[in-house]
């Protein structure tokens, strides 16, 4: 117990020291605007350089080398993979690009799913499904898959403090569908939000699910100035096994 104790010291003390270090990188961000309307309902608003939804920045341009990797990790089997959340299309360019038997998508934002139709007809002859509707309510009907995508963004302000504020990290709610979904032996990989490395408790939480998890950090990443929903030059990519 005066190992653990001792180790779990060290670790608090030397995360702080390594925060020091990594913030003097940190860009100086925005303030977030408040989740108010109903998020299928609400307005996509494209530009070339990033999505806005009720006021979130939900995806921007500088994520490229993130989406590459998360989708290299996806894709290993070439196998059917199943992705919650299209956005700009960014990480589903990528499946395609590096080929799978089959691409399942979920999304929830109609006018997102607009936006997919015209990125499906880039791709004719491939095949490509969309599942609308929020995966709470859609997973159940669908079937396993090689390798599954997380990631999507919170629809409410409830669910922003349950799951980014209070939680791991917001991917952690979605393990336990994205494990009753994976064939044995098929690839998880969402979102992390952790910079150079993996908490423990992250870990563990992991581990409740997975069989395995192996890491990798993509750097540099440069979010803009003003993102709000991301803050440093890296990020680590989470490769989880069931």
Known sequence: KNWVLTRAMEELADDFIHLNQVSKRFVEGSKRA?????????????????LLIDGQQVMQEWERPYME?????????????????FGMGISASYIQALGVRSHTIIECNEDVRKQFEKWKAKYPGRKIDLVFGKWQDVMDG???????FFDTYPLSEEEFAKYVIEDVTFGAHFFES?????????????????????????QRRLFEYFETATFS????????????????????????VK
Request: proline share 3%.
């Open 217 to 240: 950090v993509v750097r540099p990443l440069f979010p803009p100035k003003d993102c709000n929903y991301w803050w440093a030059d890296s990020m680590v990519v989470v490769r989880a």
């Open 178 to 202: 994205a494990a009753k979904h994976l064939k044995k032996g098929g690839v998880f990989t969402y979102y992390s939000n952790e910079i150079d490395s993996v908490s423990r408790r992250h």
């Open 69 to 85: 990797a998360m989708a290299r990790v996806v894709t290993e089997t070439h196998g059917d993979v199943l992705e919650i959340g």
């Open 142 to 148: 669908l079937g396993t898959f090689d390798g599954i």
């Open 34 to 50: 408040q989740i108010q309307e109903e998020w299928a309902r609400s307005q996509a608003k494209y530009d070339d350089s990033q």
